[in-house]
Structures are given as structure tokens and as C-alpha cells.
């Protein structure tokens, strides 16, 4: 039984260029998170995706997007990349939207923006 | 906005010996609480959760205590092993909306067990 997948796993990218990141859930599951995690720091709550529609938001700007897709796998973009944008971005799935159901993490997309 | 912290960044012990990792909580409305370890290169992997209405929990070599009156959360490794060296992440949960879960986070602690 596979876990979540992410892909890439390592990318660099320069300003304003734009990105996008997937993620395929861990079978059985069809609730998405994308959290983003800065060198050093904790993983900060981006959004989440359940039934194909964005059900929670993070503190981040609209450059910001995402799509989940009828098989449950989603997309992260993000536009107009800053430097600041370099981080890891774990995504992280669970079966429905229940608080206690838990939720398993990928291993990340590497992002560096020059 | 209120998140969560850590008392202390690092933390080292000996084998065998056992660990507590320290965490505040600012947010009373917080209901569920997680531990998760995260290894070098690896997404966080869930440890131990426990609910606000709990004040212990216990499972395989780890108990998570919660003082609600402090806002004080901790997680206790017994006979910490070298599998045990990771960074350690506490995370709370707040329900703006009563149904979805957003997690936050703390800013971590690395645990390095020596030989």
C-alpha cells in the first residue's frame, strides 16, 4: 500500500517564474492538505481539499492555488515565486474531514527559488 | 495571531535514558493536540494525539501529558534508542468553522540521542 506520493522532489525555480506541485493521497483517503515549511521551522497550513473544492485556508496569498482532481490527487501552484517561497511543501492526506482521523505526510517537494 | 512554541530547540540524551520535549499552547479554544517526529528528508510521521478533554495519554515507549491550566503539553520518551533522533513537532488543532482540521504547528525541538 503505497503512502503519499509528492513529485518533484527537489525543483529551483527563478523569481516570477510559476510552479506546480502534486500529490497523490495514501490509498483510501480523498482529503488533501498542503502545508509549506521553511528551513528550521514548523509546517505552516496552507489550504485543504475535500470533494474537490477548498474547505480551509492558511494565511497565504492568493499566488497561492490548488485543485484536487476526481481521484483525489491535488495540485499546489504557486505564481509570481519570491525568494521567500523557498521551502519544503509536505502534503498530507486523510480519510474525510473529521479532526481525529490522521493524517499522513509525503515527503515533501524541495523548492528553491533563485 | 496565537500559535504554538517550544520551550527549548535542542535536546540531547543518553541511550536508554528517558526524554521530555516540552510545548506551550497560547490558543485555549485548541481542542486536539499531535505529536510528530520528523527525520532528515522525511515528511513528519505521527506520534501520539490526545484530546482536550484527556490529561494522558500513553502508547508504545511515549506518553503525552496536557496541562490545560498552563497550556503546557509534553511528550516523554521512555529508553530513548539512536531511532529516536529526530526533530519533534508539536501541533494543535483549531477549528475556525467547527468541521474542517488547520493544524499549527510549533517551531520544533531536535532530540540527538548519544551513545
Known amino acids: 500500500d503505497a503512502g503519499v506520493t509528492q513529485s518533484p522532489t527537489h525543483l529551483i525555480k527563478t523569481r516570477g517564474q510559476q510552479v506546480t506541485l502534486r500529490c497523490s493521497p495514501k490509498s483510501g483517503h480523498d482529503t488533501v492538505s498542503w502545508y509549506q515549511q521553511a528551513l528550521g521551522q514548523g509546517p505552516q497550513f496552507i489550504f485543504q481539499?475535500?470533494?474537490?473544492?477548498?474547505?480551509q485556508r492558511g494565511n497565504f496569498p492568493d499566488r497561492f492555488s490548488g485543485h484536487q482532481f476526481p481521484n483525489y490527487s491535488s495540485e499546489l501552484n504557486v505564481n509570481a515565486l519570491l525568494l521567500g517561497d523557498s521551502a519544503l511543501y509536505l502534503c498530507?492526506?486523510?480519510?474525510?474531514?473529521?479532526?481525529?482521523?490522521?493524517?499522513?505526510f509525503g515527503p515533501g517537494t524541495r523548492l528553491t527559488v533563485l | 495571531g496565537e500559535s504554538v512554541g517550544l520551550h527549548l530547540p535542542t535536546l540531547s540524551v543518553q541511550e536508554g535514558d528517558n526524554s521530555i520535549i516540552n510545548c506551550a499552547y497560547s490558543n485555549s479554544a485548541s481542542d486536539y493536540f499531535i505529536w510528530y517526529k520528523q527525520e532528515s528528508g522525511k515528511g513528519p510521521q505521527f506520534i501520539i494525539d490526545i484530546r482536550s478533554n484527556m490529561d494522558k495519554r500513553q502508547g508504545q515507549r511515549v506518553t503525552v501529558l496536557l496541562n490545560k491550566t498552563v497550556k503546557h503539553l509534553s511528550l516523554q520518551i521512555a529508553a530513548t534508542q539512536p531511532g529516536d533522533s529526530a526533530v519533534y513537532f508539536c501541533?494543535?488543532?483549531?477549528?475556525?468553522?467547527?468541521?474542517?482540521?488547520?493544524?499549527?504547528f510549533g517551531s520544533g525541538t531536535q532530540l540527538t540521542v548519544l551513545p
Open positions: 481539499y475535500y470533494e474537490e473544492e477548498e474547505r
Open positions: 498530507a492526506s486523510s480519510r474525510g474531514l473529521a479532526v481525529y482521523n490522521e493524517q499522513f
Open positions: 501541533a494543535e488543532n483549531v477549528e475556525p468553522s467547527g468541521s474542517a482540521r488547520q493544524l499549527t
